[in-house]
Every structure is written in C-alpha cells, then in structure tokens.
C-alpha cells in the first residue's frame, strides 16, 4: 500500500491537518487502515489509493456542513419557522394582537430576505432539476411571505416551505452559501467559488475542477520531475500543478502582478495539489468562539494538536459552548484542556485567533510554559475550579465574570490584586463576595510562592497568622460596639482599601495604629514585615483586611454564594 504523508508546519498547514482529520473522521473511511497518524507523529497519512478514489467535493461539503451548518442562515430560517408554526397551530394564540402581530412580522421579514438573497436565488437555480416541489420556492420569489396573510394559509406555506428546505441538497447548498460567505472567506478568496466570476456557477462543480481533481491527478502521477517545487512540502510539480499561495489571506499578493518581491522576479511560492487542498481545509482547523475564530497551535506532535482543537470530534467540553461566547472564556476552559497533557511535557503554546469580520487579520498569542505549570498546581486548580462554578459578580447593572478575568490576569504576568481591592470593597455591602476575594487572594499568594520558588507551608501560614489578626480586631470592635453590625468599621475598610490600591504604607499604618490604639489589644509584631517592600506590604494587607472583612481561616467556607 502506498502512502501519502502530509507532515505538520506552520500554524496554517497544522490548521489544514485538523482540518482533514475531522474530514476524514467523518467520512466512511476506516482510520487505521485508509488514514491514520504518522508512526513519529508528525503528520498524517492517508493510503493513496483511496485519494484517487475518493470524492473529495462531496467529503469537503459534508465537513463544511456537519461543522458550521448549526450557525448558518439557512438554520436560522428554519427555527424560525418551527418558531411561526407553533404559534399558529396553538388554538390559544390570537394572531390578531398586536404584539404577536409584530412578532409575526419580524420572523417573516427575516425568512424572507434571507432566502431571497443573491447567494441563495444562485444556489437554487443551480440545484432546481435535482429537487422535488422547486415551486415552492418560485413562488417565495414571486410572492413574500406576509404577517396579513390568513392563518391558514401561511400555516400552509411555511409548511412547504420547511418541507423544500429539509431536502438534502437544500440543505447542503444553501447552508453551503451561508458558509461559503461567513466562514470560508474568511481564510482564503479569490479561487474556486470565491472567485466573483464564478459567483453563480456550480459550487460544487467549481470546487472539483480548481481543487479535487486536481488532487488526484497528482497522487496518479507517477513521473514528478519537474524543477519546481512545493514551497510547503518540497514535492517537485510542473506549472499544470503549481497553486498559487495568494489565494490564501495574508500569505502573498497576487503573483501574477508583483513579481518584485522575488529573486529576479522569478515567482517561486507555489503549492502542490496536495497542500493546497489542506490549505482549503483551513476553515475547518479553526474553532469559531462568538466572534472569534480560534486555533491552539502545538507543535510537539500531531496527537497533542489534535487533542487541543475541537475540530478533531475527539473534545467534549464540561460547559456548554454558547453562540456568543467570549474568547477569555473559551481561553479558560482551553486551559484545562492542556493540562490534560502531562505539564513537562509542554512547551510554550501559540494561539492564533481571527475575528469573524471580512477585514481582520491574524493575530498570535503565547501561553508559556511556566504559565502553564502555575495552572497545574493543585491549590491553584483548585480555586480556580470553585471560582468557575459562580463566576459571576453583579456590579450595578452589570456582571462582572471574575474567573475569566483571574485566568487572564495570570496568563499576562497580572496581578489579582485590582480584582480583590474592588471585591472587597463590594463586600463592605454583599458578604457573600467575601468569599471570591478569599479564594482570589489564596490563587494570587500561591503563585507568588511557586513564583519564588519557595514552599508554601511556612509562607503560607505567615499570611493566615496576619488574616486571623484582622478577624480578631474585627471581633473586639464589634463587641465593643454590642453589635454584629459591621457598619461601625466600614469607613475603616475603605481607607485601609484605598491604601492599598496606591501602596501607601504610612497611611495604611496611621489607620491601623489609630485602630489598634482604641483597643486593648497589642499591634503585631508581624507589621513589620510591611515596611521591607511593597509585594510583603499588598500580601500582608489584604490578609488582614480579609479577616477585618470576616474571613476567618478556621471557619469552613466550602460554597460560593451568588
């Protein structure tokens, strides 16, 4: 059996492979014995008789579909016409209100401009000998779907009309245009279906002649002398199977035009037929995250960057990917994700997103790989894990999701200590914050230790000995006042917050010794600490005004209350 290997590289040609994994993974091929990873886990191979075999058009179009057709226009029609048709057949909705009346009109003008697009009128006109009832969309083109229409009869359009849609190749074309225009074009243009003279044509039959037969032509070729030579993979081609790379964003200009760019102008950045299919797999690496296009790009072996990137149907996520999920959030999860991997055996990690809109461009994140051992220490995980149970903070209006922002604080070299000045001054109101600053802090004073390199249990226990300090000026003053009433102390909080926020130790000190000086009790020998520098300082201070809050170290706090 002869192989085709297809070895890893740059970030767009590892984004490919995952991309071809999850093509062939779904796609009756048997892995193992038609595909399978390489015996050093470089690259991918694939048996070369299937290639010429295979109908890669069709493969292409039912990855494109499984993986993006959830979020395509097309879909969205048809939930909203199951939407329409639930009211209508509910005996109890009165179609006449003029509320459900606008609601009615909404969902139609949505139905209708959508599949009344150009892509769409295109996509039809090229599948129309193929499909049963086409009448029912020329009758959409001739007549809109209108909310002063009767009942019956719109019940009765809307049915046909979900009925044509629910045909598989309407399925597969229009999701396909919504995909083509959303998604596609996103990475790569000017070629193929992306090409604007081909706008109307076949996408299909488009996609086989400038991709697919190209693909299997090559791989029958026996003799490949040519002087050329793919500028990914080094595979010798003539000028019938050069690709140019232009077609792919950011990569080159159009080197038909400008030539300058190159040793005596002689164009050399071509791509064989293989690559340039992976290259068109691209889209297929990527993650869409909300707005984000998201790829994790590991270069260590093909089975780590697999595993990394959903794409490879091999990833369940604990929660729940939302449609308008933020990136920090996806960030945060992908961290767990990594640590599935054995910590020493990873390196910095590159992160490259691209926003959905037709003007961005790539940009490139590092997670190092100390950054990526501070997430494995246990006590760090830990917290982390209690904070991304209740993440989130109401701040006036608003929510402020707090594990998010602990996650990214670490990952850029940040400190907590913004988040838990402004937790506990939320606090000073809303007890049950408390605990979310307590447990901020403890990730923050953990980091800083692994950080120094030092052991957690004396350094620790300094900090908790200051915390309890604070809880045991709490109690007296409390008692002092015959009450369980924290408002006696909270202008106290304030300005001992304030001081910490600037670093301003003498204040800090003038309120403290202010404090200490209207009770019996003696200040701590442990404030000395505070004037060696302003890290011990920060440390020390938000240990004690954690316990003048009420945070005692002893006491079981197990539980995040919202």
């Not at 050399?268 to 340039?276: F, M, V």
């Not at 490879?312 to 992908?334: C, D, F, H, I, M």
């Not at 961290?335 to 055996?345: A, F, N, T, V």
């Not at 950054?371 to 760090?380: R, S, T």
Request: net charge neutral; charged share 30%.
């Amino acid at each position: 059996m002869r192989r085709i290997e297809i070895s890893t590289g740059d970030f767009l040609k590892n984004a490919g492979i995952v991309g071809l994994k999850y093509l062939l993974d779904n796609s009756e091929a048997d892995e193992g014995i038609v595909y399978g990873i390489t015996d050093d886990e470089q690259g991918l191979w694939i048996d070369s008789e299937y290639i010429e075999n295979a109908d890669w058009t069709q493969l292409y179009f039912n990855a494109f579909v499984k993986k993006y057709g959830s979020s395509t226009a097309y879909q969205a029609v048809l939930d909203k016409i199951d939407n329409i048709l639930e009211k209508l057949e509910n005996e109890n909705w009165d179609i006449s209100c003029k509320e459900n009346l606008k609601f009615i009109k909404e969902e139609l003008k949505f139905i209708n401009e959508k599949l009344l697009s150009n892509s769409y009128k295109s996509g039809f006109e090229n599948i129309r000998q193929d499909i049963e009832n086409p009448d029912v969309y020329e009758l959409l083109k001739s007549s809109k779907l209108k909310e002063n229409m009767e009942k019956e009869d719109l019940h009765k359009r809307l049915q046909d009309l979900k009925n044509f849609l629910k045909q598989p190749l309407c399925k597969e074309t229009f999701s396909m245009k919504s995909i083509i225009y959303n998604y596609i074009n996103r990475f790569w243009d000017n070629k193929s279906f992306l090409l604007i003279a081909n706008a109307s044509k076949d996408m299909k039959k488009i996609f086989d002649a400038d991709f697919s037969e190209p693909l299997k032509l090559y791989v029958k070729k026996e003799d490949k002398k040519s002087k050329d030579m793919c500028i990914d993979c080094n595979r010798q081609i003539d000028s019938k199977d050069r690709v140019s790379i232009a077609f792919m964003k950011e990569q080159a200009d159009d080197l038909n035009r400008k030539r300058s760019a190159f040793w005596n102008c002689k164009v050399d950045a071509y791509l064989c037929p293989i690559c340039a299919f992976i290259y068109s797999l691209v889209p297929l690496g990527f993650t869409l995250v909300g707005k984000t296009f998201v790829f994790v790009n590991m270069n260590q072996n093909v089975t780590q960057l697999l595993t990394v990137n959903p794409s490879s149907g091999k990833l369940v996520y604990t929660a729940q990917q939302e449609e308008n999920e933020k990136y920090s959030s996806w960030v945060a999860r992908t961290i767990d994700l990594l640590l599935q991997e054995k910590s020493k055996e990873l390196g910095n990690i590159q992160v490259v997103t691209r926003g959905i809109g037709e003007n961005e461009r790539y940009t490139f994140d590092i997670m190092p790989r100390d950054i990526l051992i501070l997430f494995n220490d246990k006590d760090v995980r830990d917290d982390l894990d209690k904070l991304s149970k209740s993440p989130y903070v109401k701040v006036g209006k608003d929510f402020w999701n707090i594990h998010e922002n602990v996650i990214l604080n670490i990952l850029r070299y940040h400190n907590q200590y913004k988040i838990i000045n402004q937790l506990l001054k939320i606090a000073i109101e809303n007890e049950a914050i408390l605990f979310k600053a307590r447990v901020i802090y403890d990730i923050q004073l953990k980091i800083n230790l692994l950080q120094k390199n030092k052991k957690n249990g004396g350094e620790l226990m300094n900090r908790y000995i200051i915390r309890e300090k604070g809880y045991e000026l709490r109690s007296v003053l409390l008692k002092a006042k015959g009450s369980n009433d924290d408002a006696c102390i909270r202008g106290t909080i304030y300005q001992l917050l304030n001081a910490l926020s600037v670093g301003n130790v003498e204040h800090f000190m003038e309120v403290i010794m202010r404090i200490y000086c209207s009770t019996k009790l003696q200040v701590p020998n442990t404030f000395i600490e505070f004037l060696k520098d302003r890290d011990t300082f920060v440390e020390y201070g938000y240990a004690f005004l954690l316990g003048l809050q009420g945070s005692h170290y002893e006491k079981k706090e197990e539980k995040i209350d919202e």
